[in-house]
């Protein structure tokens, strides 16, 4: 079925490669998370200003996209070029690590902001329920995460050394809309189900519930990252990852 044409050969890849995964991940997520446990501690220091609050998302965006370029560089060697990486680096140039980091954040951050402007937007011409808040949201996030796997290609083509405008990006996705389609639609199914045991938003939380979150984050980095080395091994690069 096409519409699952990348999702499948995600979960495949995760399936194989998994304890590699975790091996290259453990320190970039830890990082990560200590990096917004930091910002969580600082933000109510920030003021209320509306330019206060968006420099003080951006500079945290920023940094946790260099702690995922970290992960996602290595992941993106050893899955396209099968070359052996280490838990702390890889044989790659520094270079590529800034360049894959900007490159993120300059994705990001657009479609951060443009997701807080529908929701201001929608959310002061409409008075929405808890049916209308779960509809934007999953109409959000499919469109949102369309829009990155369809320009993905210029992350993942950054550690191979041969680096693709947004514009090469897009064009090399062009014939790939409804399996990127079913991908979003896939991630999402998958975050709303690690999201369902949390605890809801203002009860107490249980003792274990810390750890289920750092799982749960885990686990979405690693099938946000093989998402990215799937569209891109099978656009671009035109072969199956499986094999």
């Not at 807080?116 to 999953?138: D, F, Q």
């Not at 891109?232 to 990852?241: N, S």
């Amino acid at each position: 079925m096409r519409f699952l044409a990348f999702i499948w050969p995600t979960l495949a890849v995760l399936n194989r490669r998994i304890f590699p995964g975790l091996r290259l991940s453990v320190l970039p997520v830890l990082a990560a998370l200590g990096i917004w446990m930091v910002g969580r501690l600082y933000s109510g220091t920030i003021g209320t200003s509306a330019s206060a609050i968006i420099g003080f998302v951006l500079m945290e965006l920023l940094a946790l996209c260099f702690c995922y370029a970290w992960f996602a560089i290595r992941w993106h060697r050893l899955l396209l070029l099968n070359e052996p990486q280490t838990a702390l680096g890889g044989n790659f140039p520094p270079r590529a690590w800034r360049r894959y980091a900007l490159r993120l954040f300059a994705i990001a951050a657009v479609l951060t902001l443009f997701s807080g402007a529908v929701k201001v937007i929608s959310g002061n011409i409409w008075t929405l329920g808890i049916t209308g808040e779960w509809i934007r949201y999953i109409l959000l996030y499919l469109f949102l995460g369309w829009l990155f796997h369809r320009l993905s290609p210029a992350l993942a083509s950054v550690p191979l050394g041969e680096p693709l405008t947004r514009g090469e990006a897009w064009r090399a996705t062009r014939g790939a809309n409804l399996p990127i389609l079913g991908l979003s639609a896939g991630t999402l199914a998958i975050s709303t189900l690690l999201a369902f045991p949390m605890t809801p938003q203002g009860s107490e939380i249980t003792a274990f519930e810390p750890l289920y979150i750092v799982a749960a984050f885990w686990v979405q980095v690693l099938v946000f990252t093989t998402s990215i080395t799937v569209v891109y091994r099978e656009t671009v690069m035109r072969a199956d990852l499986r094999q």
